[in-house]
RNA sequence: GGGCGCUUAGCUCAGUUGGUUAGAGCGUCUGGUUUACACCCAGAAGGUCGUAGGUUCGACUCCUACAGCGCCCACCA
């Protein structure tokens, strides 16, 4: 007997521990697969994002489970060779950047402790939070394959990595350059372009005077190291001075000698109509200085300091400098005015920096340069990415986001793929430097890691190598070797990694056997957040890796559709940190409280991809709710089946269903497992689990448990439904059905039983039409006695004037007497007057009476009546209108046109009754 | 500056290619110890679908403009 109340946490971990246990979380590879071609290609591929090891899951990782699991879960039972990879992110930055914080708190610098002994910290706090990642996963229901787990820095993976870098480098995609990159003074590193954020803020624009020019700056101190002044050509004013080199002269004593340059990017109507240039430490000032060739002197070091450029300002913080130099132009009369003005601050969005833009030595991968063959031609990593989006070989998911895809990458400039941080893949680029060089590296390499920029380092020779190169030493010195081999010092970006999770787990560049079966992945299922930070990288680095190892194009795509998810956000539609932990919901907090089931429910119920939801508790609770319902639909089930009673024969079969309600029982069942497959292959979640929610709840709950209740021996037909019923929900709440399951006697766990297919037989419409009459008509009963307020308990009589309706009627009047509470039903198959002291309802095709002995105030029947035939009359008129117009008669298709015609009759026979009623009152 | 999304019941949201009197959950109200479930049952109230135009026989649905909210990208001398 089960509990009369289902306790989620009593069962969620041994059901887990059952299933992976089973082997079920793995692929089956039935021989099929490995043929191939001819049948249809039965397998199924999800590779799970990978989660940061740098904590807990949030609700974003609770969405993205729920989601990816359901289509595993159905795909499984469809019989499909299903593969769910998961795994880990090393994450880079975020990592690091976390492991320093922890650090800070002991007030301790990773400098403190040199580059091995910190990698060892952050190798056991990720080892630790894997720890917990798994835990986590495991708790959400999630049914991967835990023997194929990776890590983003597992050897294997390392090893994809820096075969990607070697193709890179010698398909000459890859270069070392001077470029201005977005360096962080505080975590003293580079970041990518879509690593930075803008905080918007007040900033102060300074009008200064500039040799013949006023230029409008809110960086005055970066002016010190200009090495031109640009106007627009048009502009009359500047005219004289194009092409002359102008003086200028800021305090003491400070002077620089500037070209005057004319460029249409200057906007006349900006300040002065004059800029002045500093290539070093501005994008527009760096494409300018390239365009005309101008010098690019470095006026802010790494550190965030003045250089010797800012002659008497050297050494001085940039906001120093800027103080400084404002007060003394000032009082050297040459600061014109100041204005407050919007500006909007460049920061790192891990770590919070202020980002100064810098020249530096980095690695880049050209995404312009023609490298991958595709469909006949040979195209750029830029192009191919736009290709086969544009060619839908890659579906997104909702299409909007296609878009915006688009303009990203064509927008998209060389990836700088260097970090100056310890924690990621090493480069593995060697540099052969002399033998002061190499003293000068090993004193500082735990301090600093810029080899050409602050250590000042000339490699000798570049080289690629996984493994350190023999030295180049003297034959006969072997321990005084003339050179020296370092490693770039440098880590790639965390993304150049993930880039490759698709094939990267599935063993790639070996050629496996799961590389085979499961490549590409049928769906990548993320959050529309990282649409470009991740899933943008991964059609690249899986498009030319793949294509470089000669596989045909449809192998190279690292996935077929991409389906984005929105945010999770809190009740006011604010994002959900976990700085604000008024709203900020805990998965596993919501687990423990209701249920993994319930949880999963309220984290795609209501949603639409793309889409923002926002979440609270009082939802999870009502998911709870439900899971309880459907727990105690089974076990009333089971409480009038008897298992004894059931043969073999009787589990297999599709039960001979008797009433009228047992055919419309049947036929929902099996236009909803047709809905829900075709659902789900849609992507239409919500929709799929909101329509098996109203079956289970208001078809098989509210009205077929009550019937089977007044038919009785239903066994055979209780068993059947709630078999598939079971079978249908195990996607969307497994642990919840498979606890169920278990009772039902199954020689194999549900996880791994076949989903069930629709029968178009048993799809009968004119029974489920049939049944919606007397549903309304038991609904209209009780409609009128909770309108006259009869005791509920009470039972009463009534006359029904069934006309053509009426042996249907007869047949299901058990039914109708006691879900109405009726000790007498009349059915008459005339039409017959109203009897005397009774309340009437009017249906399409029928009338029910409900007399009552002691119905003596008639005024509120009488009020009722008359609002029911103003509506109707309004309605009527509506339709009237409608049907008077000639142009709706010979326009609209014909069905439309009948069916209005229909309507109108409908309504005129229904007010003609009630009006007679009325009189009768 | 460019782009995208949202605006439907008190709240959170559905509403498939235009065609029943616009739906659900929660909340509210009225009643209820009907032996599966009070995490329940029965019944009810509640919406001129953001505003203004347009297309159409017909608009919540398509088009245009506007407003409010949110997001993304770019720029910011």
């Not at 300074?206 to 048009?234: C, H, M, W």
Request: hydrophobic content about 35%; proline content about 4%; overall charge positive.
């Amino acid at each position: 007997m089960l509990e009369k109340v289902y306790n989620a946490k009593d069962h969620e971990d041994d059901i887990y521990q059952l299933w992976e246990e089973s082997g079920a979380f793995s692929p089956k590879l039935n021989s099929k697969i490995t043929k191939g071609s001819d049948s249809k290609k039965k397998v199924f591929s999800i590779s799970m994002p990978p989660p940061n090891a740098t904590g807990t899951l949030h609700l974003g990782h609770s969405v993205m489970l729920a989601l990816e699991d359901i289509m595993i879960r159905f795909h499984r039972m469809k019989g499909d060779s299903t593969l769910y990879l998961p795994g880990t992110d090393h994450a880079a930055i975020a990592t690091q950047n976390k492991v320093e914080q922890i650090l800070e708190e002991n007030n301790k610098k990773r400098t403190d402790l040199g580059r091995e002994k910190f990698l060892e910290k952050v190798r056991k706090f990720v080892a630790d939070s894997q720890n917990t990642i798994r835990n986590q996963i495991r708790k959400m229901g999630t049914s991967c394959d835990w023997s194929r787990e990776k890590y983003t820095l597992d050897d294997s993976l390392n090893k994809a990595v820096n075969e990607f870098f070697k193709r890179l480098l010698n398909d000459d995609i890859i270069y070392r350059g001077d470029r201005l990159v977005n360096w962080d003074p505080k975590m003293q590193t580079t970041v990518a372009d879509d690593e930075v954020d803008f905080d918007e803020s007040k900033g102060i624009l300074y009008y200064i005077q500039y040799g013949p020019f006023i230029v409008a700056t809110s960086r005055p101190e970066t002016k010190l190291g200009d090495t031109a002044v640009a106007v627009n050509p048009d502009d009359k004013r500047w005219k004289k001075y194009l092409g002359k080199k102008v003086e200028v002269e800021f305090a003491k004593g400070h002077k620089i000698t500037v070209p005057v340059i004319a460029d249409q990017m200057v906007d006349m109507k900006f300040g002065s109509g004059a800029i002045g240039v500093t290539p070093a430490h501005s994008l527009t000032d760096f494409e300018l200085a390239e365009k005309h060739n101008l010098e690019k002197p470095q006026v802010i070091d790494f550190q965030g300091k003045m250089t010797k450029v800012a002659g008497p300002y050297a050494g001085l913080d940039i906001f120093a400098c800027r103080k400084k130099l404002v007060k003394d132009l000032e009082k050297a009369g040459r600061l014109v005015k100041t204005e407050e003005y919007d500006q909007s601050v460049a920061v790192n969005y891990r770590g919070g920096g202020i980002i100064e833009p810098q020249i530096m030595k980095q690695w880049f991968v050209n995404v312009n340069k023609k490298a991958i063959d595709w469909k006949g031609k040979k195209r750029s990593l830029k192009e191919v990415m736009l290709e086969t989006v544009r060619s839908k070989d890659i579906k997104i998911i909702p299409g909007r986001f296609e878009k915006t895809y688009f303009h990203w990458i064509e927008n998209l400039r060389d990836w700088c793929i260097s970090r100056q941080i310890w924690w990621g893949h090493q480069i593995p680029i060697w540099y052969k430097v002399s033998k002061e060089d190499f003293a000068k590296w090993q004193k500082a390499k735990e301090k600093s890691s810029h080899l050409f920029q602050i250590l000042n380092i000339t490699p000798l020779e570049t080289k690629f190598s996984e493994t350190p190169p023999k030295y180049l030493k003297h034959p006969n010195n072997p321990t005084d070797p003339t050179f020296f081999w370092i490693r770039d010092p440098d880590t790639l970006d965390t993304w150049f990694s993930s880039s490759m999770w698709t094939f990267s787990t599935l063993g790639w560049p070996e050629k496996t056997e799961d590389f085979k079966n499961f490549h590409p992945t049928d769906v990548m299922e993320t959050g529309y957040d990282i649409l470009f930070f991740w899933v943008a990288r991964m059609i690249l680095a899986s498009t030319y890796c793949l294509r470089s190892s000669g596989l045909p194009e449809d192998k190279c795509l690292p996935f077929k559709n991409v389906y984005l998810h929105g945010l999770i956000r809190d009740r006011n539609g604010k994002k959900m940190s976990k700085s604000n932990p008024e709203t900020c919901i805990d998965p596993l907090e919501m687990i423990e409280k209701y249920g993994t089931d319930a949880l999963r429910l309220s984290l795609f119920i209501g949603a639409t991809p793309g889409n923002d939801m926002s979440l609270y508790e009082e939802k999870i609770a009502g998911y709870r709710n439900f899971v309880n319902k459907l727990w105690n639909v089974a076990r009333f089930a089971l409480m009038n089946i008897d298992m004894k009673k059931l043969t073999d024969q009787d589990r297999n079969s599709i039960p001979k269903s008797q009433t009228l309600a047992d055919k419309w029982i049947l036929s929902k069942l099996h236009k909803l497992i047709k809905n829900t497959g075709n659902r789900i292959e849609k992507f239409a979640f919500s929709e799929a689990a909101e329509e098996l929610y109203r079956f289970t709840w208001m078809d098989l709950a509210d009205w077929y448990l009550e019937i089977a209740k007044i038919e009785k021996n239903k066994d055979h037909l209780l068993y059947y439904i709630l078999r598939k019923l079971l079978k249908l929900w195990h996607p969307f709440t497994p642990f919840v059905t498979e606890v169920l399951w278990k009772e039902l006697d199954q020689p194999e766990l549900l996880i791994e039983s076949p989903w069930p297919r629709s029968e178009k037989s048993l799809i009968r419409p004119t029974k489920e039409k049939e049944f919606s009459l007397i549903r309304e008509i038991i609904s209209g009963i009780r409609n009128l006695r909770a309108k006259a307020k009869i005791e509920p308990a009470k039972r009463i009589k009534a006359i029904l004037s069934a006309g053509s309706k009426e042996k249907l009627i007869s047949e299901n009047q058990e039914i109708i007497k006691t879900l109405a509470r009726l000790e007498n039903l009349e059915i008459h198959k005339k039409l017959i007057s109203k009897p005397a002291k009774s309340l009437s309802k009017f249906l399409d095709k029928l009338e029910i009476y409900l007399p009552l002995e002691g119905l003596k105030d008639l005024k509120q029947e009488k009020e009722r009546l008359n609002k029911e035939l103003s509506e109707l009359q309004c309605y009527q008129a509506s339709l009237d209108k409608k049907l008077a117009n000639k142009q709706f008669i010979s326009n609209a298709p014909k069905e439309v046109v009948e069916k209005e015609k229909a309507k109108y009759t409908e309504a005129t026979k229904k007010i003609k009754k009630i009006k007679s009623q009325l009189k009768n009152l």
